[in-house]
Nanobody, 133 residues
């Protein structure tokens, strides 16, 4: 069982940056594709970014609403997943969740299904990001 722990959320002003971290307990990220999702008050959980690794190559995907502003990455030495959030907007306010998927490690499934939250097996508790205008 993988347990994911997010950190790095907070209250910042529009235009500021934050870096979210996600660390697994008990297992390396190597066996999983990883994603970040977010849920704003009164809204459904939505896809933010996803990443998988194969043969030394990193593949990343982003929601259109964050493309060019957010960056998903992994530090192998620290076994930690990151989401760098730049140029933050009030509409980015949400609880951000880290998720791991064992079924999306293959390109055939990842490329098709990476934005679908039900494809992810393990979830963190979430970290609150609040952007003031």
């Amino acid at each position: 069982q993988v347990q994911l722990v997010e950190s790095g959320g907070g209250l910042v002003q529009a235009g500021d940056s934050l870096r979210l971290s996600c660390a697994p307990s008990g297992r390396s990220f190597g066996s999983y594709a990883m994603g970040w999702f977010r849920q704003a008050p009164g809204k459904e959980r939505e896809f933010v970014a996803a990443i998988r690794w194969s043969s030394g190559v990193t593949y990343t995907y982003y929601a259109d609403s964050v493309k060019g502003r957010f960056t998903i990455s992994r530090d192998n030495a620290k076994n930690t997943l990151y989401l760098q959030l730049n140029s933050l907007k009030p509409e980015d306010t949400a609880i951000y969740y880290c998720a791991a998927s064992s079924s999306l490690v293959f390109s055939s499934t990842f490329n098709l299904y990476y934005p679908q939250s039900h494809r992810y097996d393990h979830w963190g508790q979430g970290t609150q990001v609040t952007i003031s205008s």
